[in-house]
């Protein structure tokens, strides 16, 4: 492939532009464009940009074959690859203990690659990838940091809502997804907690199979004991919540509580 980008400046804004043709062998060649603004003052900054890309289909899509739990899913080496054209705008605000930023974004996909259901039954689901035609997502993120002194919060929330073009939502993409992290790091103690959850999402195209939401909560532990050497601990699904991942009809079940606990050294090699 090739790759080329500019930029001119004027004032307080900045544009930009670029494209990359790319050449995927049996696939064809493809150009993929993009221009945007960013445009600031003080603590304040406003972006947006539009492109336009494609993703080539994997090895993975086009030859292997795999089964989970009673589902089949079937390759298809005559897969096509699949395009989006999207835009986002949005607003950035840096201070010196906060930072906040917030996206809208809009991208719609032509010839999507995804599972499609061919045979559903009680013993067997039989899938196969396919293109399924056009799909949107349309939704908003947004990201917050806050400081002080040795305490320091991140938040952020994405919503997300992707559709294929009879209205039915794109499998494994939940609505709303967010996470927490509260963290503590003074001299050479480091304590974090955070939180994180998802909203309901669906395991196929069709929406039979609804997984529900769920939330999470992970704590992680430092404490240096010399300049290299430090006792670490951490824990995931600390509440040991049970959460689904899968229907393949049968459900699969996330990770329970997982800790490990141990010591780790850190030094300059000596050449």
Do not use: C
């Amino acid at each position: 492939g090739a790759f080329a980008q500019s930029d001119v400046k004027f004032g307080m804004l900045k544009l930009f532009g670029g494209g990359r043709v790319h050449a995927a062998g049996a696939q064809g060649s493809f150009f993929s464009p993009s221009g945007g603004f960013v445009v600031g003052k003080k603590q304040w900054r406003a972006r947006g940009t539009v492109y336009r890309s494609f993703r080539a289909p994997t090895l993975n899509e086009l030859f292997r074959e795999f089964r989970a739990g009673n589902t089949v899913t079937r390759a298809n080496d005559l897969l096509k690859p699949e395009f989006a054209f999207g835009s986002e705008i949005g607003a950035d605000y840096s201070g010196e203990t906060t930072r906040a930023s917030v996206t809208f974004f809009r991208t719609s996909l032509t010839d999507l690659i995804t599972n499609v259901t061919l045979v559903s039954t009680p013993a067997l689901i039989e899938r196969q990838r396919r293109n399924a035609g056009a799909a949107l997502t349309r939704g908003v993120e947004a990201n917050a940091t806050k400081r002080w002194r040795d305490l320091r919060l991140e938040l952020a929330w994405l919503f997300s809502d992707s559709r294929f073009a009879n209205r039915l939502r794109i499998a494994q993409v939940p609505k709303h997804a967010g996470n927490a992290l509260l963290t503590w790091s003074k001299n050479r103690t480091f304590l974090s907690a955070g939180l994180r959850s998802f909203s309901a999402q669906f395991d196929d195209e069709l929406n039979a199979f609804r997984l529900p939401g769920y939330a999470t909560v992970q704590v992680a532990m430092r404490q240096g004991i010399t300049d290299q050497l430090s006792a670490i601990a951490s824990f995931e699904n600390l509440l040991d919540r049970r959460f689904y991942t899968a229907f393949t009809p049968i459900p699969t079940v996330g990770i329970p509580r997982l800790w490990r606990a141990g010591l780790r050294w850190e030094g300059r090699v000596r050449k």
